[in-house]
């Protein structure tokens, strides 16, 4: 079974632009979350989806962020226009559906460099 | 609110020895609790969980209790390898909501 996949795997953009990350969940996931790594600090939570639904955006930092997730499948997370605050690694999860979803798997993140 | 407050790094240590890499948490409810593993360039990885209160995750040597009464959920190893060089993510889940709160993350080395 294939594992969550994210692309692209390394972003370098300049600071104005606009840059667009995909997330392929395990199949059969119903839930899909989004996180983000700023340099040498901690996981922050950004969204999650269930299904094609957003179901807590509250992590989502400013509305120059627009996430989607067409159909309950795969999502994109889109930065316009990037800044450099933006840099970062960006993770995606997805986990099965379920009272306690508990296992959240985790795909390789896009590193995402603004200059 | 939810938060984890993870032992700061780096952390070297020679093969063989024992590693303990503290973890406290904050949180309302009965949060489930995690370590999640980052190897160099690859993704993060559940390495092992606890649901409840003195529920003991356990997964490759490596060993963490739930402790409600100190609020902690520390990583513990005997016996450390090179290949268990990486870094290590401490995080809750709390009780409603399905999203994860993380600590900064501990980088491991360990020496031949």
């Known amino acids: 079974e294939a594992g969550v996949t994210q692309f692209p795997s390394h972003s370098v953009i300049e600071k104005g632009q606009t840059v667009t990350l995909r997330c392929d969940p395990i199949s059969g996931h119903d839930n899909l979350y989004w996180y983000r790594r700023v340099m040498g600090k901690e996981i922050k939570f950004l969204l999650h989806?269930?299904?094609?639904?957003?179901?807590?955006e509250s992590g989502m930092p400013n509305n120059r962020f627009l996430a989607e997730r067409t159909g309950g499948t795969y999502s994109t997370l889109k930065v316009q226009p990037a800044e450099l605050e933006d840099s970062g690694v960006y993770f995606c999860?997805?986990?099965?559906?379920?009272?306690?979803?508990?296992?959240?798997?985790f795909g390789p993140g896009t590193r995402l460099l603004v200059l | 609110g939810n938060s984890v407050t993870q032992m700061e790094g780096p952390v070297t240590l020679s093969e063989e020895a024992f590693l303990t890499i503290n973890c406290t948490y904050t949180a309302t409810g009965y949060p489930s609790l995690f370590w999640y593993v980052q190897y160099p360039g690859e993704g993060l990885q559940l390495l092992l969980k606890a649901t409840k209160a003195d529920d003991k995750g356990s997964n490759k040597g490596f060993e963490a209790t739930y402790r409600k009464e100190t609020t902690s959920f520390h990583l513990e190893k005997g016996s450390v390898q090179v290949s268990d060089s990486a870094v290590y993510f401490c995080a809750l889940r709390g009780s409603t909501l399905g999203r994860l709160y993380f600590g900064r993350g501990t980088q491991l080395t360990v020496w031949p």
């Open positions: 989806f269930v299904k094609e639904s957003k179901q807590d």
């Open positions: 999860a997805s986990s099965q559906a379920g009272p306690r979803q508990e296992t959240q798997y």
